[in-house]
């Protein structure tokens, strides 16, 4: 198989520096009432590099909530990725614990466009049931 990507820089979107504070929710059963806070490092039309104090799990679906207003590209966010009560969804691909106890999350968004999303949907959907009294998943 032969790398598309050459160079230094083999992403297939180039990351920006782009700082901000975010929110994000986990989209499991017993995640989705609690909201993690922490801050965005770097972003591109494919994912970001954040910043949080709890440990997520590797493809973890998570819904993230961060000021997009500022940057052009966050125009083909809105057009490409999955969309949900104004927060992107995305998929967690690597996690790395730093020195004080944080954890940096890469995230890759889930675009409209994946070939099998199936498994998305129920994950996604109980970001509508944060009550969760009697239900099943």
Known sequence: MQDKHKGLERREFARLDYV?????????????????QGYTSDISQSGLLCRI??????DDIIWLSFDKSVLSICVDLDNRCLIYQNGIIGRAVRIELKSDGSYNVG?????REEKNPTHIYPEAHCL?????KDEET
């Open 20 to 36: 901000v504070p975010l929110a994000c929710k986990v989209c499991k059963k017993e995640t989705i009432s609690k909201i993690l």
């Open 128 to 132: 509508k049931n944060s009550d969760y």
């Open 107 to 111: 995230i890759q968004f889930i675009t």
């Open 53 to 58: 104090q709890e440990k997520v799990n590797k």
